[in-house]
Structure formats: structure tokens, C-alpha cells
Nanobody, 119 residues
């Protein structure tokens, strides 16, 4: 069973930075590098939304318009880890951030990490 564990969330002032990590384990038959990885977030009272995604080899990325130029997704396949570097944070970025691993019809979610942007 694939397990995803997010870390790195916390309280940060507007304009600050955070780096989220998602450590993956429990792959059976496939390696981490074949999974597309993505970060999603859910703010109170809102639906969960895609923030950023990255292909298995790290060669392709995509971002929500709201975070383009501020957030960067990356991965280290040797460490089975995906990252989300978040810069120039705004109060509107406050949410629980979730990591997701996808391979074909199969998808797995982490438990989430809280990011709060407030002065």
C-alpha cells in the first residue's frame, strides 16, 4: 500500500517562504519514478484544488494560475520524495496541502499538512 507523508507546513508571514516535502513508500511492482506526483490544497469551505503537478521523470510540470511564478514543484526519485517550494506567500494560500501519487487509474493521497499565511 502506497503511503505518502507530507511535512514542512506551518505558520508564515505574508511574503515568506515554506518548503513542503512528501515522502513516498510502499510501492509494489512499480517504482516511485513512474508515478505522476502532484500537490493539491483545500481551504476552509472550498473544494480541493490542484496546485502543481510533475511527471515521473521530472521533465514536465504544470501549475495553477494562482501560484505560477511563486511555487515550484520538484522531485528526487532517489529519495522517493516530491517537494513544493512556496515563495511570496499570500493569505489566500492558507490551506491544508495534500500530496497525491497517480499511476493510470490508481491514485493515493497523503494526510495533508497545514499552511497558514498570516501576520
Amino acid at each position: 500500500q502506497v503511503q505518502l507523508v507530507e511535512s514542512g507546513g506551518g505558520l508564515v508571514q505574508p511574503g515568506g517562504s515554506l518548503r513542503l516535502s512528501c515522502a513516498a513508500s510502499g510501492f509494489s511492482g512499480f517504482t516511485f519514478s513512474v508515478y505522476r506526483m502532484s500537490w493539491h490544497r483545500q481551504a476552509p469551505g472550498k473544494e480541493r484544488e490542484l496546485v502543481a503537478g510533475i511527471t515521473g521523470d521530472g521533465g514536465g510540470t504544470n501549475y495553477a494560475d494562482s501560484v505560477k511564478g511563486r511555487f515550484t514543484i520538484s522531485r528526487d526519485n532517489a529519495k522517493n520524495t516530491v517537494y513544493l517550494q512556496m515563495n511570496s506567500l499570500k493569505p489566500g494560500d492558507t490551506a491544508v496541502y495534500y500530496c497525491r501519487a497517480t499511476l493510470g487509474p490508481s491514485g493515493y493521497w497523503g494526510q495533508g499538512t497545514q499552511v497558514t499565511v498570516s501576520s
